[in-house]
């Protein structure tokens, strides 16, 4: 337990620029606050106001600049070295050095990291228990090339080799159920013998920004939001970074011929002007409102981001999926294998997307499942299983070291 005997504190250490990450982490700060931790979370600069606007103490950490928006069928250019971008030595170098700073300053009884690569590394090098958020499908992508590219660099860099490779912590909290996000889908060998080194894997549920009970009925989404009550609503998000560009440029013309009225929303690395031909009703940067938005739609096209997948499956509002990479793909076929939605590959999104959006806002058919779905799975908070699982995990680990 913390020095001052009475709080146990949690140092939270999120991945930017994906917004999914920080939405979580900050839910999850909320829980732990709830459970009685003193919680500090350290987060990209203008990721923070989603910690202030939750009331919780933040300080900036250095982050990889966002993807530049690339055109349709525009390529991503190749690092120069042949690895990907979390593997930069520089990078790693800072990581490691502001969140050892912070853990020697804050003296957590426990660090949380949501894909911050280094988090449980700088834990271990410092003496503490640490966990990660991730939901499984990331085990299939990038996090296999986290273990080719980013390990070796952190022993190049002078990291012990047994701390460098249990990169994932002690405990790795997945924020699904097993039944969509199975353990024996993962095929990466090298994925799994990463996950061989930890002390515990634990299913806590969907951690949302609220729990999926407490989010307002479809009637009062629509209210709060300005919507009519009897028109047709068609939600697009594709991600808080700008790697769904392409995708969003396709579609943007085309949402003034959808049969509803549409809200697209950008994400802060898209500026809405990069799409002046949008037909879009309304357009968003960012919304402070993704789960009212998604209680209040008939449809959301989404990118099959983790988030917004669970929202939907949760909220009882069918999907329509535009993935861009495998990890999206696999958060879409949960939602696809209960038949609440479907995926659309990119390749098809020209062409298909219109009749497609139009064909799946008749079929009543899926949306009853959607809500059938909704039902079945509103009355689970992630973020208040994860909370009370760290809390325990940190306490155990307390008395552990103070018999050692």
């Not at 690569?117 to 410092?126: C, N, Q, R, Y």
């Not at 209040?296 to 989404?302: C, F, I, Q, S």
Request: charge should be negative.
């Amino acid at each position: 337990m913390s020095e001052s005997g009475d709080l146990m504190r949690v140092l939270l250490l999120t991945f930017f620029h994906g917004l999914g990450h920080v939405v979580r982490t900050a839910r999850v700060g909320s829980a732990l606050v709830d459970a009685g931790a003193e919680v500090l979370v350290g987060t990209a600069e203008p990721a923070r106001h989603i910690m202030t606007a939750r009331g919780l103490d933040s300080f900036p950490l250095t982050e990889l600049p966002p993807f530049p928006p690339r055109e349709p069928g525009e390529e991503p250019p190749p690092p120069p070295d042949g690895r990907i971008r979390l593997a930069d030595p520089e990078y790693l170098t800072t990581c490691l050095a502001e969140e050892r700073a912070a853990i020697a300053e804050f003296r957590p009884d426990m660090v949380v990291s949501d894909f911050r690569v280094t988090g449980a590394v700088s834990a271990a090098l410092e003496g503490v228990p640490a966990a990660w958020i991730v939901n499984s499908g990331f085990f299939e992508f990038p996090f296999p090339q986290v273990l080719r590219d980013v390990v070796p660099q952190l022993i190049e860099l002078g990291v012990p080799e047994e701390t460098a490779r249990r990169v994932l912590g002690d405990v790795l909290y997945i924020p699904d159920w097993s039944r969509f996000d199975p353990l024996s889908g993962i095929a990466s060998r090298e994925s799994g013998a990463a996950l061989g080194s930890l002390a515990e894997i634990r299913h806590v549920g969907p951690v949302l920004k609220e729990a999926p009970d407490r989010a307002p009925s479809r009637a009062e989404a629509r209210k709060r939001l300005g919507v009519d009550a009897d028109v047709p609503l068609v939600y697009v998000s594709l991600g808080g970074t700008a790697q769904g560009y392409g995708s969003l440029t396709t579609i943007a013309s085309l949402l003034g011929s959808v049969p509803a009225h549409t809200v697209l929303v950008t994400g802060p690395n898209i500026p809405p002007e990069r799409l002046p031909a949008h037909t879009a009703d309304t357009v968003l940067a960012y919304t402070e409102d993704s789960m009212a938005w998604t209680r209040a739609a008939d449809l959301v096209v989404t990118h099959g981001g983790h988030t917004s997948t669970m929202e939907a499956l949760c909220l009882g509002t069918p999907l329509l999926a535009l993935p861009g990479h495998a990890e999206q793909e696999w958060n879409a076929s949960r939602a696809v294998s209960l038949g609440t939605g479907e995926i659309l590959p990119a390749d098809a999104v020209a062409d298909a997307f219109l009749p497609t959006v139009t064909r799946l806002l008749d079929d009543q058919g899926l949306a009853r499942r959607a809500r059938e779905v909704g039902e079945a799975l509103a009355d689970r908070d992630g973020a208040a299983e994860l909370a009370s699982h760290v809390l325990a995990f940190a306490s155990l680990s307390a008395l552990a070291r103070g018999a050692s």
